[in-house]
C-alpha cells in the first residue's frame, strides 16, 4: 500500500508572459489604491506660504462679496397637468 502512495507535489507549469505581467498590474493597482487611500486619511499640512496667501484671498473674496449682483434667473417651472377625474 504504501508504493502506491505518490507524495511529490504535482508539477505546476511555469506562469506565462500574460499571466505574469497580470500579476504585477494588479500588484501595482493594489499599491495605487493603497496611496489614494492614505491620501485621504492623512491631513495635508499646510505651509506658512500658503497659508498667507489663503488668507490674502479670503479677505479680497470678502470685499467682492459685497457688490450687488444681477436678478437670479429663476428656473422654468413646468406647468401642472390637470389629471381628467374619472367617473
Known sequence: MSAELDLSPPEVPEPTLFES??????????????VC?????????KTPEQEEAVEKSDIRGGEQSKK???PVPQPRQKPKKESKKKR
Open 21 to 34: 505581467l497580470l500579476r504585477y498590474g494588479l500588484f501595482l493597482g493594489a499599491i495605487f489604491q493603497l
Open 68 to 70: 450687488p449682483k444681477g
Open 37 to 45: 487611500i492614505l491620501a485621504v486619511i492623512i491631513p495635508f499640512s
